[in-house]
């Protein structure tokens, strides 16, 4: 028999508490409360920088062995034949990855 008691017991605890519907717009606690405009702030957008400028259009093309010869364009040096290289700012440094 106590099974039985213990089975109306659970049938009696089995009613939830009177709580406050969490929707409820009079509770204060309430998740759909409005909060203040923090939230706003972490939707805005980031400024982004602006992107560097090309640097294939700085100097043109210009002969590896001539700096002189300077062209807006590839093609070839008029004074050695050789095919112009892009110029870029700063080089002096050449990678030749032939034989080692
Ligand atoms: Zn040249």
């Known amino acids: ?12 605890a089995t009613p939830p508490p009177p709580k406050p519907a969490p929707l409820d717009p009079s509770n204060p606690d309430a998740p759909e409360a409005p909060l203040p405009a923090r939230s706003t702030a972490l939707d805005a ?13 700085e100097d043109g093309y210009t002969c590896p062995m001539h700096p002189e010869v300077k062209q807006p364009g590839p ?5 050695c034949g050789m095919d112009l290289v892009p110029n870029k ?4 440094h050449h990678h030749h990855g032939g034989s080692r």
């Open 45 to 57: 957008p980031k400024v982004e920088e602006p992107p560097p400028p090309a640097p294939s259009q």
């Open 75 to 79: 093609g070839r040096c008029p004074k």
């Open 1 to 12: 028999m106590r099974l039985l008691i213990l089975v109306m017991l659970l049938a009696c």
């Open 89 to 92: 700012g700063g080089g002096g």
